[in-house]
């Protein structure tokens, strides 16, 4: 079963517009983290939060975790048309998956000129 | 430098046929992972390798899956007498992190088309 799930499932914005996708889950976790899949191949790694951490930047992205509700957000600022991807939330079990990551289902984000 | 690579990019077979899927991972990584993607989903964790440990094969959804890992370097994933609902991307990943669960490096996948 998976761990995270993502909301929305789909996001369609424009171009400069800023883009919040949630990642809900269920257990205690180590860090949580964020990637990018463009057209169904690899992922590519964006940011990883830990536990201890509340937020985190990097370049136009934000991300928050509350894990008294067991969410995380991310936002992206001032989108652009190459943001176009789902992105994935993957959480690193504390207790019963030790160095594997659960992946939610994603969120489709298209971002039009 | 270089990343994960996987071969065959795109393998179709015959329903009832074996396949075995190649992946390479970043030279030095002591993790490897393997994830199936069907159509429109999220990943779904197959195997874990992580170093000279036994592999955590817990998310091989049955007996005709299997996976090896040569030392810290190639993998193959092996899947026997293939069904249509085997049908999709592999993907392989690896991590220079044992343990705790950091970043992993992807690659490309591997699209298997079951006719």
Redesign the interface.
């Known amino acids: 079963s998976?761990q995270g799930e993502e909301d929305p499932q789909a996001l369609s914005i424009q171009e400069g517009e800023n883009a919040t996708m949630n990642c809900s889950y269920k257990t205690s976790i180590?860090?949580l983290?964020w990637?990018r899949q463009n057209s169904?191949?690899?992922?590519?790694?964006l940011i990883?939060i830990r536990s201890n951490e509340r937020e985190k930047h990097s370049g136009r992205l934000r991300v928050t975790l509350d894990t008294s509700k067991k969410s995380s957000s991310l936002l992206i600022t001032a989108s652009r048309a190459a943001d176009t991807a789902s992105y994935?939330c993957?959480t690193?079990g504390a207790t019963d998956s030790?160095?594997?990551?659960?992946?939610?289902?994603?969120t489709q984000v298209v971002v039009t000129p | 430098g270089a990343g994960v690579s996987q071969s065959p990019s795109n393998k179709v077979t015959e329903k009832g046929k074996d396949v075995e899927l190649r992946c390479d991972p970043i030279s030095g990584h002591t993790a490897l992972y393997w994830y199936r993607q069907r159509l429109g989903q999220g990943l779904e964790f197959l195997i874990y390798f992580q170093g000279n440990s036994a592999p955590d094969k817990s998310g091989l959804p049955s007996d005709r899956f299997s996976a090896e890992r040569t030392g810290e370097s190639v993998s193959t994933l092996t899947i026997q007498r293939t069904q249509q609902e085997d049908s999709a991307v592999y993907l392989c990943a690896s991590s220079p992190i044992s343990g705790l669960a950091g970043e992993q490096y992807f690659g490309p996948g591997t699209r298997l088309t079951v006719t």
């Open positions: 998976q180590n860090n983290q990637y169904g191949r690899g992922l590519v790694h990883l994935f993957a690193d030790w160095g594997k990551l659960q992946f939610g289902a994603g």
